[in-house]
């Protein structure tokens, strides 16, 4: 192939480019949680957006080959021959790949995470290849309809379960990361082999499925809940810890935020003391035994902060459901929870007109949210006496154990 045909290749990817960077600022800037490096990379780097476009481009090219009879039996050096016709748009598909990444990153005022950047890269670096295969076994609409089934089957997931990871006590899964990297590495070597094997048709199909398909069954078979989007696994208690009133754990993130997160909780604090609630020695992102947990990021606010304080200062009831709870009992129960929750988030300063947000997905009944209404209208003593009340409901299980 000439050198001329090549960089005619590179401008017509050079303009089409900006159209895949308007497209990734539409994406990126939607509200998918990208607080966090690891969200943010996966967003980015979900490589079947720069696969779909360097792929056609290295179809084209490979079919250029096929034509010139590479794919014939005796080309034994058919894959080193298909990798020096596509190292530009490996090249420039790396380069593309990381400069997005970064500065989605710099623009979001987050980091970079490495190993998702890393196997995103594989994985695009796989499906160029393999469209590389694709062109040149096949050509015209049918090599089209094989990359866009492809792509739509297998890739969109692969980076996907990271979008999101990891908020709160979360960190991103390795196993999950190495699962997607040996399913890359599988679909790039299992590639090659059936360039290799061009010259015979039905045994290039076979290596060229077979190999990545393998890999990704042995991966379900060994990390069963990789299959199922697992990409989070429980992150290290790694917590700063700040002397008070009240001692507060912060992640290394957000030890900047110490002075808001500090009045949110002083000020709850002060609000809860006069009902006889008392807020727990310390108080962390991480949580722990004796320890209530809050959480600050992703929406970074006070609200968050005191919501999160609210809902765990509520007594779990959990251990009522280890045995059959009757209707009547777990109707009682399902309601305490949420009229304690409801109270202490009213009481410890949320306004009213912004807790029934706040409270969206937490209550189980939106109205018990108005029948605590009526309470925190109460002298302090009668809501002291009410909140008791409640308490009992829960440690009962709704009445049953009484």
């Known amino acids: 192939m000439s050198g001329a045909r090549r960089t005619g290749d590179l401008r017509l990817l050079a303009l089409a ?10 994406y990126i800037m939607a509200p998918e949680d990208p607080d966090y490096a690891v969200s943010l990379t996966a967003q980015t780097a979900r490589s079947v957006y720069l696969g779909i476009l360097f792929g056609i481009a290295a179809a084209v090219r490979a079919s250029d080959l096929r034509s010139g009879g590479v794919s014939r039996p005796g080309g034994i050096r058919r894959p080193v021959t298909l990798l020096g016709a596509l190292w530009p748009l490996l090249v420039f598909a790396v380069v593309a790949q990381c400069a997005f990444v970064g500065v989605v990153a710099v623009v979001r005022g987050a980091g970079v995470t490495a190993p998702i950047l890393a196997v995103s890269l594989v994985v695009l670096l796989a499906q160029i290849v393999f469209a590389g295969w694709v062109g040149l076994m096949l050509s015209g609409t049918r090599a089209a309809i094989v990359l866009v089934v492809f792509w739509g089957l297998w890739f969109v997931p692969r980076l996907g379960p990271f979008d999101g990871c990891c908020a709160g006590n979360e960190t991103w899964s390795r196993p999950a990361a ?6 890359g590495v599988a679909l790039l070597v299992g590639t090659l082999a059936a360039v290799a094997l061009a010259g015979r048709p039905a045994w290039s199909v ?14 379900a078979l060994l990390l069963p809940d990789v299959v199922r989007g697992a990409a989070a696994q429980p992150r290290p208690d790694d917590t700063r810890c700040f002397d008070g009133d009240v001692r507060i754990c912060l992640r290394p993130e957000h030890v900047d935020e110490l002075a808001e997160v500090g009045a949110v909780v002083a000020e709850m604090n002060r609000a809860w003391r006069p009902y006889g609630v008392t807020m727990p020695a310390t108080v962390s992102e991480a949580g722990g035994p004796g320890r209530v947990q809050f959480q600050y990021g992703p929406e970074h606010s006070a609200d968050l902060v005191r919501l999160t304080l609210a809902v765990n200062m509520t007594p779990s009831p959990d251990a009522c459901f280890r045995k059959p709870l009757p209707p009547e009992h777990d109707r009682a129960l399902v309601a305490a929870v949420d009229h304690v929750t409801t109270w202490l988030l009213l009481t410890g300063g949320e306004p009213r007109w912004s807790a029934a947000e706040e409270l969206r997905e937490v209550l189980t009944d939106p109205a018990n949210l108005d029948a605590v209404d009526d309470v925190t209208d109460r002298p302090e003593a009668e809501q002291a006496a009410w909140y008791e009340t409640q308490l009992a409901t829960i440690e009962s299980c709704g009445g049953r154990d009484v």
Request: aromatic share 14%.
């Open 206 to 219: 076979i290596v060229a499925v077979t190999v990545p398909f393998a890999v990704a069954a042995v991966t």
């Open 178 to 183: 190495g699962a997607s990297l040996a399913v």
């Open 17 to 26: 480019l900006p159209f895949y960077c308007a497209f990734l600022a539409v």
